[in-house]
């Protein structure tokens, strides 16, 4: 069986990402579906229309064109109200929701009986590794996180012997090793810095190790739910702090990634110990979409104070649109094949337990617990 998969061209502010790539449309072609690219989907992440087409999609002129007849819908951010109301019933739309800060459009597909998978709800299982797009686009985030620390630094990361004298090999201080935190480790070890990072949880110390960084230990370990970390006492995030605020103030360049499912993003950076960092430090706070990790940081701006420089980026796998769509159009790619049966038909239910969990809104009922939650607090 064959169906129709269409790609609209992302209307988010900056979203410069695409949900599929020419290589993917190949493979889904090659088992029979349609694939239809809006004109100009792809152009900002560098894969202009006649790429797609000659990987054998058809280049949708108008939304209208892209929609009509379309079974299944690939998104990179959650669609607008307006974008619901251009779907039929019974299409099934996948990409990152972000439900919590989308109510009205979880509230608009679950009344037009639009089915919407969730990717940031896919279970962190082994089995799901190869759709986990938190992971995909968290290492491009961390990627680019190290780059903008290096690129707003007035030093050299590196160790340089030169006829102009020896310098000194800067320090990249990375709070939160989690996958983002990880890359930004090995990207500023790449770049010749000196790295040490710290985690919550104690597990991370041995992946800190293994790039060759320094882990600095706290005897915490709050390794919580699923592999997370959970909230400290404010005994523990006194002594987290202390601890934090000195590798602060040694440190050329701080990224930050620290996060907690679901809640506001641990402080961990005040005024005050930005105050006694460096002249020229950097802090690239990728925490700035959930509160920050410093005090200081704007989300979506830079700010400069101390002589310290704040980046607060929002959306930084949007910065490195080509790779970012690659590896997200992969996890699109294997999540799809959950949909399919060996017939290549829709499978009649999503009890698979990654579709079960990542399951939004699905025949008029918003399906997870914690969105549902939300909605009947707001008695929506
Ligand atoms: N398929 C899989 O099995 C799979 C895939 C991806 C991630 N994971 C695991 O999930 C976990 C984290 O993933 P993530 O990067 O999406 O996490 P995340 O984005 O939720 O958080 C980033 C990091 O911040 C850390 N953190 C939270 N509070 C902190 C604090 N107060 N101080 C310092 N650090 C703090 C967390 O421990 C985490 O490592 C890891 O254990 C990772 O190995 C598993």
């Known amino acids: ?29 090659k088992s029979g579906h349609e694939v239809r690219i809006e004109h100009d989907a792809g152009t900002s ?32 951010q959650p669609p607008t109200v307006a974008e619901v109301d251009q779907l039929a019933e019974g299409t099934i739309v ?18 037009r009986k639009i089915t ?3 990717l940031e709800l896919v279970p962190r299982i082994t089995r ?28 050299f990361l590196p160790m340089l012997t030169t006829a102009a004298g020896t310098i000194r ?34 597990a991370a110390g041995e992946q800190v190790r293994s790039l060759g960084a320094r882990f600095l230990e706290l005897e915490i370990n709050a390794e919580g739910q699923g592999g997370y970390a959970r909230e400290l006492t404010p005994e523990e995030k006194e002594k987290e702090q202390q601890m934090v605020s000195a590798a602060v103030a040694r440190a050329d360049i701080v990224i930050t990634t620290a996060s907690i499912p679901g809640r506001k993003a641990p402080l961990l950076i005040t005024r005050e110990t930005v105050a006694t960092m460096r002249p020229g430090a950097v802090i690239v706070d990728l925490a700035a979409e959930s509160g920050g990790n410093c005090e200081l940081t704007q989300p979506g701006k830079t700010a400069r104070e101390y002589d310290v420089t704040i980046l607060g980026p929002l959306n930084l796998p949007a910065q490195v649109p080509f790779h970012a769509s690659q590896m997200y159009a992969k996890n699109l790619q294997s999540f799809l094949a ?37 909605l009947e607090g707001g008695k929506s």
């Open 45 to 76: 992440a560098y894969y202009p229309d006649d790429l797609f087409t000659a990987a054998g999609a058809k280049i949708a002129s108008s939304r209208t064109d892209l929609l009509n007849g379309a079974r299944i819908v690939l998104r990179v």
């Open 338 to 374: 959950l949909l399919f049966d060996k017939d290549g038909a829709l499978v009649r239910e999503f009890s698979d337990e990654i579709l079960a969990a990542s399951l939004l809104v699905h025949a008029g009922e918003v399906h997870h617990g914690p969105t549902r939650e939300l």
């Open 94 to 111: 996948i990409g990152f929701m972000n439900a919590a800060r989308n109510p009205e459009t979880v509230i608009r597909m679950r009344d």
């Open 169 to 202: 090999p800067a320090t990249v201080l990375i709070l939160g090793a989690g996958v983002a935190g990880l890359m930004a480790i090995a990207t500023a070890k790449r770049l010749g810095a000196v790295v040490e990072a710290y985690d919550v949880r104690r």
């Open 1 to 29: 069986m064959s169906f129709v998969i269409a790609v609209p061209k992302e209307t988010a502010q900056g979203e410069k990402r695409v949900a599929t790539v020419p290589e993917v449309v190949q493979k889904l072609t």
């Open 116 to 118: 919407a998978f969730a």
């Open 128 to 155: 799901a590794q190869g759709m986990d797009a938190l992971s995909s686009q968290a290492t491009a985030g961390g990627y680019m996180a190290a780059i903008l620390g290096a690129a707003n630094s007035p030093k």
